[in-house]
């Protein structure tokens, strides 16, 4: 079946460090994949998505980039804030089902 | 715009007891989804509804059931809880997917649920 899997964390880093939160998927055909973020007592909101091979999502200075060869889409960010403290959920969906990672909870220190 | 709005924010139960929890989904959006989260089990589907129809389920014992009404409104409902049910219950609304690919998913603020 399909999967995802990302690194769980937790990450700790200091403020203006560069991010990288890895994630790999297993699905069969050509699936979406989605970045989430999960602030405290919050849902989980859209970061950014990507639909097909060698697309790259891009909001609020996160990117990722679909890899189809390596069926990955890490998220990066070059400066990361003590606002960007949250858990992170990388996701995949086929037909609309989804299927989420774990989440990966970051920590920014000032 | 408005967002899924989920109603209430926080319920305390006891054991045996029952609960019903509201979603109301991103005006347009006719697909509604329900997850469970809890620290150690991370996010599980419950079930998903389009057109007041369940079209997915997740693997959950029948205490966990679910409906759809005609204004796209969702209820779930979780009879005789159990301490194991104490969670975030997330409620998540989507449009159906395009030939661009699957649509997001968009998710309410969820109800905690705390089973005593």
């Known amino acids: 079946g399909n999967s995802v899997t990302q690194m769980e964390g937790p990450v700790t880093l200091s403020e203006e460090a560069f991010l990288t939160i890895n994630c790999t998927y297993t699905?069969?055909?050509?699936?979406?994949l989605f970045w989430y973020v999960q602030y405290p007592g919050e849902g989980l909101q859209l970061l950014l998505k990507?639909?097909?091979?060698?697309d790259k999502g891009s909001n609020k200075g996160f990117e990722a980039t679909y890899r189809k060869e390596t069926t990955s889409f890490h998220l990066e960010k070059g400066s990361v804030q003590v606002s960007d403290s949250a858990v992170y959920f990388c996701?995949?969906?086929?037909?609309?089902?989804?299927?989420f990672g774990p989440g990966t909870r970051l920590s920014v220190l000032p | 715009k408005a967002g899924v709005t989920q109603t209430p924010r926080y319920l305390i139960k006891t054991r045996g007891q029952q609960v019903t929890l509201s979603c109301s989904p991103i005006?347009?959006?006719?697909?509604v989804s329900w997850y469970q989260q809890t620290p150690g089990q991370g996010l599980q589907f419950l079930f998903e509804?389009?057109?007041?129809?369940?079209?997915n389920k997740g693997n959950f014992p029948g205490r966990f059931s679910g409906r759809q009404f005609s204004n796209s409104r969702s209820e779930m409902n979780v009879s005789t809880l159990e301490l194991g049910d104490s969670a975030l219950y997330l409620c998540?609304?989507?449009?159906?997917?395009?030939?661009?690919?699957?649509?997001?998913?968009?998710f309410g603020n969820g109800t905690r649920l705390t089973v005593t």
């Open positions: 998540a609304s989507s449009f159906l997917a395009t030939e661009w690919g699957d649509s997001p998913l968009h």
């Open positions: 699905a069969t055909g050509y699936p979406s």
């Open positions: 990507a639909t097909k091979a060698d």
């Open positions: 996701a995949l969906s086929r037909g609309q089902n989804f299927v």
């Open positions: 005006s347009g959006h006719r697909s």
């Open positions: 509804y389009f057109s007041e129809t369940q079209r």
